[in-house]
């Protein structure tokens, strides 16, 4: 039984670590969807622009733009968020700063996520829609 158990681990390491950076990349583009989505229902609940900006190839900003300068002023909210913490091999590159209208459009925009495995794009529609393209 321990033999059997053995021979099936040996087997599937390597399998299984081969995989890692694919999972990496497609968790990776979760995360930039889920933060896109999550800033566009913010713009309509709280009647402002939202704006997503690349710091970094691997950080991007979220603004919360209380008075829809597309600026940093103080006492507007902001977040910083860093792919790597999570995705040490992913690296990010966008086309233009996406922002999320009060009315649920926006700005269009593709976010592009890459690694050794392949690259992934997360595109802002017009219509405020993200959506994943490969």
Same mark, same amino acid.
């Given at each position: 039984?321990?033999?059997?158990?053995?021979?099936?681990?040996?087997?599937?390491?390597?399998?299984?670590?081969?995989?890692?950076?694919?999972?990496?990349?497609?968790?990776?583009?979760?995360?930039?969807? %889920?933060?896109?989505? !999550?800033? @566009?229902?913010?713009?309509?609940?709280?009647?402002?622009?939202?704006?997503?900006?690349?710091?970094?190839?691997?950080?991007?900003?979220?603004?919360?733009?209380?008075?829809?300068?597309?600026?940093?002023?103080? %006492?507007? !909210?902001?977040?910083?968020?860093?792919?790597?913490?999570?995705?040490?091999?992913?690296?990010?590159?966008?086309?233009?700063?996406?922002?999320?209208?009060?009315? %649920?459009?926006?700005?269009?925009?593709?976010?592009?996520?890459?690694?050794?495995?392949?690259?992934?794009?997360?595109?802002?529609?017009?219509?405020? @829609?993200?959506?994943?393209?490969?």
């Amino acid at each position: 039984m321990v033999a059997i158990i053995g021979i099936l681990t040996a087997v599937a390491i390597p399998n299984i670590a081969g995989q890692m950076p694919r999972y990496r990349l497609n968790g990776a583009t979760r995360q930039v969807m %889920g933060d896109f989505m !999550w800033a @566009r229902m913010q713009a309509v609940s709280q009647k402002n622009e939202f704006k997503i900006s690349l710091l970094s190839d691997h950080e991007y900003e979220i603004l919360d733009d209380d008075d829809n300068d597309g600026m940093a002023d103080t %006492g507007e !909210w902001k977040e910083t968020k860093d792919i790597q913490m999570q995705y040490h091999d992913v690296r990010l590159d966008l086309t233009a700063d996406p922002v999320f209208f009060p009315r %649920g459009s926006a700005s269009p925009a593709t976010m592009s996520v890459t690694n050794g495995s392949g690259a992934k794009n997360v595109k802002v529609h017009i219509t405020g @829609r993200v959506k994943v393209v490969e």
